[in-house]
C-alpha cells in the first residue's frame, strides 16, 4: 500500500513538473526531481523514469543551454523507452554535431594532366569508386537532417531549424556536383581508354573538384562557428557581474571602469590630465575570496580602455623577488618588471616581502626599494601597473611600514574583498558541481553548509578554495564507492552521503571519559549540568526561540595535578560534540607563550596563540603569572589583548584560566573587562588517599600490571604519612618509578621462568625505592 501512495506522489509531482517546465522552461527544483528519479526502480518503472529524465534533460537545455549531461540524461531515456518520442525529437537536435565528418569519404587523389596513361586510368577509377560510394549513402544523411529540421520546427527551435537548412543546402550542392564530377570522370576514363584523348573531361572534373572542395570548408566552417559562439569572450565587466557575490567590489570596479573612460574621452577631446590616475592597485581579502580573478579582470580592462598594451599577468612572489646575496634581488625584481612591461605585476602575499624581525641577510627590504624606484624611474615609470594582495591586517602594516610604497598606491586604489557567505558558498559549489556535470541534492546542500560552518574558524578560511576542495572530495568519495549496474543518476547526483566528514570513532566518547576519572564529584556533576544547558540553547536556536546567553569562559582552581587541564581537554571535546565548538582542540600554553621581551611583539604573540586555538579552548596555566610587580613587564599587555580577542571572536573561542585559588582572584581583579568574561569557577579539590591509590591502581592496569597485596598494604600506610597535597602527578610518577625498580629487580633473577612469572606484579619493594627516590628528589 505504501508502495502504492509512493507512486501517485511521483505521478502527482510529474504532472506538476511538466506544467512548471511548460510555464518557466525549466524546473526550478532540478535536485528534488532527480531524487526522485534515483528513488525509482530503472527495470520496474522503465517508462516513468524515461519520461522524468526527458524532462530533467529539456530543463537543464533551457537553463544551461549545455548538453553533455543532457545529452546523457537523453541517451538514457531512449534507452529505457525507445518510443519516447519527445527523447527521440530531443536526440535528433544533437545528430546534426555527428555530421561533421560526412564529407571525409569525398577526399581524392591527386589530378595531374602530366601523368602517363596508366596513371591516369588509375586516377579515374578511383575518382568513379568515390562519387559512387559517396551518392550511395548521401541520401540517407539528407533525409536524416530532414527529420532533424522537422524536429527543431516542432520545439519552435528557430536556430537549430536555420543550421538544418544550411546544411541540407550545402548537402544537395554536394551531392549536385559530386554527380557532375562523376559523369565527367566517367568520359574522362573513356577517352583515356579509347584512340583519342581530349583535355576538356579533364578540365570538366578540375571544375567541379574546387567546387566540392570549396563547399566542404563552407560545412566544416558552420562547425567552427558553433564552437566560436559558444565560447566567445566575455567583456571583462560582464565576466565580473557574472561573479557569486562581491557586490561591493562590483560596484568599486564599475567606478573605477566608468572614472578611466571618462579620462579617455577628456584626452580625446584635447583636454589637459596633468595627474594621471594611478593604476598600482592593493587587493585585501582572505584565501578564496577572488583577488587574483579580480587582478587579472583589472588587467583586461586597462587594455581594453588602451591604457596598457598588454592584459597578461605576471604573477610573483617572495621567492622569485628576493634573492640569497648581494645583487641578486635587484635583478629578480627587474626581470619581474621587464616581464611584466606593457601589462601587469602581481604580487600576491606582498607582505611577506619583510619578515618580521628582519636581518641583514634577508634582502626583502631591498625587494621592495627596488620596486618602488623601477616604479617611479624614467626607464619604466607609467609602462606597467602592480597589484599587491594579501591578508587586510598584515597589508595594512606592510604599507603603513614602507612610506615609499605606499605613496604610489593611493587609498582609493584598495579594495577590500569581503569572505564569502554561506548562501554566496553555496551557489559556487552548485556552479563547480555544474561544471563537472554534477547536480546537488538540498541534502547535500545542507551537509556542505554544515563543513562549511566548521571551516570557518578563523582568517585562514579558504571561502572558495574551501568549496572547490570539498566538491572534489565529495566526488572523489563517490568514485570511489562505485561499482557497476548501478543507475545513471549514480554518474550525476551528488548525495547527503558525498559531503559527509569521515569521522574516526574514539574508544571513549568524552562523557564517558569524564565518568571514568577518578574523583571530582563536583566538577563532573558541573561539567554535566554546563553541557546539559548548552545543549538545550542550541535546540531552542535551531527551533528560533530567544537563547540565554551561553557564558563558556571558566577559571579553574586548585593545586598542581588535580586534573585540571585533563577536565579542560575533556570539555573541549564535549564543547564539539555538542556543536560549540567547531574544533574542539585543547591548546595548553603559559606565560612563556604570551610575554615577548620587547614593546610591540607581546600582542602579536598573544594574537597568534589565539588563532591556533581558535574554534576550541585556550588553556593558560599559572595565569596569575601574568600579573607581574616588574616595572616594563610586558604581562598586563597580553591580559588587555585577550579581553579584546575574546570579544572579538565571542563563541569562537573558549579560554580557561588555571591557578591557585588566591592568585587567581588578584588576576580577576586586576582588569574589569577580564572579570566581566569569567563566570564559570570549578574548584578542583586535592585528591583523597584512597583515590590516589585508585589512580595509581588504574594507571598500572593500564599496561598489565597488578599490585601484590603487600604492595597495597604498603602504600596505604605510606600515603597516610606523606604531605601530597592531592597531587595526582604524584600517583602517576610513583608508578612509572616503580614499574622501573620492577625491571631492574626481575633483571637480577638468574632463573628465567621465575621471570616471566613475575613480570606483570608490582612488589612492595618497587613502591618502597619509588617513594624513597622520589622523596629524595622532592
Same mark, same amino acid.
Given at each position: ?31 528534488? $526531481?532527480?531524487?526522485?528519479? @534515483? &528513488?525509482?526502480?530503472? %527495470? ?5 523514469? +524515461? #519520461? =522524468? /529524465? ?16 543532457? $545529452?546523457?540524461?537523453?541517451? @538514457? &531515456?531512449?534507452?529505457? %523507452? ?5 527523447? +527521440? #525529437? =530531443? /536526440? ?35 575518382? =568513379? /569508386? ?244 623601477l616604479m617611479t624611474g624614467p626607464e619604466y615609470s607609467g609602462k606597467f601597473a602592480v597589484i599587491l594582495a594579501g591578508y587586510p591586517d598584515e597589508m595594512r602594516q606592510f604599507l603603513d611600514a614602507n612610506p615609499g610604497l605606499r605613496s604610489r598606491f593611493p587609498h582609493s586604489n584598495h579594495i577590500q574583498l569581503p569572505n564569502y557567505s554561506n548562501a ?86 568524552p562523557r564517558e571519559q569524564l565518568e571514568q576519572l577518578i574523583g571530582l564529584e563536583s566538577i563532573k556533576s558541573e561539567v554535566n549540568i554546563l553541557i546539559s544547558f548548552v545543549k538545550i540553547q542550541q535546540i531552542r536556536r535551531e527551533k528560533g526561540l530567544p537563547v540565554v546567553p551561553i557564558q563558556l569562559h571558566s577559571v579553574f582552581t586548585g593545586n ?219
Amino acid at each position: 500500500m505504501d508502495k502504492q501512495r509512493q507512486h501517485q506522489s511521483i505521478i502527482e509531482k510529474w504532472q506538476i513538473w511538466e506544467k512548471e517546465l511548460s510555464q518557466n522552461k525549466y524546473i526550478n527544483n532540478e535536485a528534488e $526531481l532527480l531524487s526522485t528519479i @534515483k &528513488s525509482l526502480d530503472e %527495470n520496474v518503472d522503465h517508462k516513468l523514469v +524515461s #519520461e =522524468l /529524465l526527458t524532462i530533467a534533460s529539456l530543463s537543464r537545455m533551457n537553463k544551461l543551454k549545455q548538453d553533455s549531461l543532457s $545529452l546523457a540524461w537523453l541517451k @538514457k &531515456s531512449h534507452q529505457l %523507452n525507445p518510443n519516447n518520442e519527445r527523447a +527521440s #525529437e =530531443l /536526440l535528433a537536435q544533437f545528430e546534426w554535431k555527428k555530421k561533421v565528418g560526412v564529407f571525409e569519404g569525398l577526399t581524392f587523389p591527386p589530378l595531374r594532366e602530366t601523368d602517363n596513361r596508366q596513371a591516369k586510368k588509375k586516377t579515374s577509377e578511383q575518382f =568513379l /569508386l568515390i562519387c559512387q560510394q559517396f551518392l550511395d549513402h548521401a541520401d540517407v544523411e539528407r533525409d536524416q537532417l530532414q527529420k532533424g529540421k522537422e524536429s527543431a520546427r516542432k520545439r519552435n527551435d528557430l536556430s537549430l531549424q536555420q543550421v538544418h537548412e544550411k546544411m541540407i543546402l550545402l548537402l544537395e550542392e554536394v551531392i549536385e556536383e559530386t554527380a557532375l564530377l562523376l559523369k565527367a570522370s566517367e568520359e574522362y576514363d573513356q577517352s583515356i581508354a579509347g584512340v583519342f584523348y581530349t583535355s576538356t573531361y579533364y578540365s570538366d572534373m578540375k571544375k567541379h573538384l574546387d567546387r566540392i572542395d570549396a563547399l566542404k570548408k563552407e560545412w566544416a566552417q558552420l562547425f567552427l562557428d558553433e564552437k566560436e559562439e559558444t565560447e566567445l569572450d566575455l567583456n571583462p565587466l560582464e565576466e565580473l557581474e557574472n561573479m557569486i557575490g562581491l557586490e561591493h567590489v562590483k560596484k568599486r570596479v564599475n567606478d573605477y571602469y566608468r572614472f578611466l573612460t571618462y579620462q579617455k574621452e577628456r584626452k580625446n577631446l584635447g583636454f589637459q590630465v596633468k595627474d594621471e590616475m594611478s593604476l598600482n592597485m592593493v587587493l585585501t581579502g582572505n584565501p578564496g575570496t577572488g583577488k587574483t580573478t579580480i587582478a587579472r579582470l583589472l588587467a583586461k580592462i586597462y587594455h581594453k580602455l588602451g591604457v596598457l598594451p598588454r592584459e597578461e599577468v605576471v604573477e610573483a612572489d617572495r621567492s622569485q623577488l628576493v634573492g640569497a646575496f648581494v645583487g641578486q634581488t635587484e635583478e629578480n625584481v627587474r626581470l619581474m618588471v621587464e616581464k611584466a612591461l606593457g601589462g601587469v605585476l602581481f604580487i600576491d602575499e606582498a607582505y611577506s616581502l619583510k619578515r618580521e624581525g628582519q636581518t641583514g641577510n634577508d634582502y626583502g627590504q631591498t625587494a621592495i626599494d627596488t620596486l618602488v624606484s623601477l616604479m617611479t624611474g624614467p626607464e619604466y615609470s607609467g609602462k606597467f601597473a602592480v597589484i599587491l594582495a594579501g591578508y587586510p591586517d598584515e597589508m595594512r602594516q606592510f604599507l603603513d611600514a614602507n612610506p615609499g610604497l605606499r605613496s604610489r598606491f593611493p587609498h582609493s586604489n584598495h579594495i577590500q574583498l569581503p569572505n564569502y557567505s554561506n548562501a554566496e558558498l553555496i551557489q559556487i559549489a552548485e556552479k563547480l558541481a555544474t561544471d563537472n556535470d554534477y547536480v546537488m541534492t538540498e541534502d547535500a546542500k545542507q551537509e556542505l553548509e554544515k563543513r562549511l560552518e566548521k571551516e570557518r574558524v578563523d582568517d585562514t578560511f579558504g571561502n572558495a578554495r574551501t568549496v572547490h576542495d570539498l566538491i572534489l572530495d565529495a566526488i572523489f568519495k563517490k568514485g570511489a564507492q562505485f561499482s557497476k549496474e548501478k543507475p545513471i543518476l549514480t554518474y550525476t547526483l551528488l548525495d547527503k552521503e558525498d559531503f559527509e566528514e569521515d569521522v574516526q570513532e574514539k574508544a571513549l566518547n568524552p562523557r564517558e571519559q569524564l565518568e571514568q576519572l577518578i574523583g571530582l564529584e563536583s566538577i563532573k556533576s558541573e561539567v554535566n549540568i554546563l553541557i546539559s544547558f548548552v545543549k538545550i540553547q542550541q535546540i531552542r536556536r535551531e527551533k528560533g526561540l530567544p537563547v540565554v546567553p551561553i557564558q563558556l569562559h571558566s577559571v579553574f582552581t586548585g593545586n598542581p595535578g588535580t586534573g585540571k587541564t585533563t577536565v579542560a581537554k575533556i570539555y573541549a571535546e564535549l564543547l564539539k560534540e555538542c556543536g560549540m565548538l567547531k574544533r574542539g582542540h585543547l591548546v595548553v600554553t603559559s606565560r612563556a607563550d604570551f610575554v615577548a621581551g620587547y614593546v610591540g611583539q607581546t600582542a602579536i604573540k598573544t594574537k597568534k596563540m589565539i588563532r591556533e586555538a581558535l574554534g576550541g579552548v585556550l588553556f593558560i596555566d599559572e595565569a596569575y603569572s601574568l600579573l607581574s610587580a616588574t616595572q616594563g613587564d610586558f604581562g598586563k599587555e597580553v591580559v588587555n589583548t585577550l579581553v579584546d580577542e575574546m570579544t572579538k571572536h565571542n563563541e569562537n573561542l573558549v579560554v580557561i584560566l588555571a591557578g591557585y585559588p588566591k592568585e587567581m582572584n588578584e588576576l580577576l581583579m586586576s582588569n574589569p573587562g577580564l572579570k566581566s568574561r569569567f563566570k564559570k569557577f570549578f574548584q578542583f579539590n586535592d585528591y583523597s588517599n584512597e583515590e590516589l591509590l585508585q589512580i595509581i591502581m588504574n594507571y598500572a592496569t593500564l599496561y598489565q600490571y597488578k599490585l601484590t597485596s603487600e604492595a597495597l598494604t604498603f602504600l596505604k600506610e605510606s600515603l597516610a604519612k606523606l604531605t601530597i597535597n592531592g597531587n595526582g602527578r604524584f600517583a602517576t610518577n610513583v608508578t612509572d618509578e616503580a614499574i622501573q625498580f620492577q625491571a631492574t629487580r626481575l633483571m637480577r633473577e638468574e632463573n628465567e621462568v621465575n621471570r616471566l612469572e613475575k613480570v606483570n606484579y608490582l612488589e612492595k619493594a618497587d613502591f618502597e625505592a619509588a617513594i624513597f627516590r622520589i622523596g629524595k628528589g622532592e
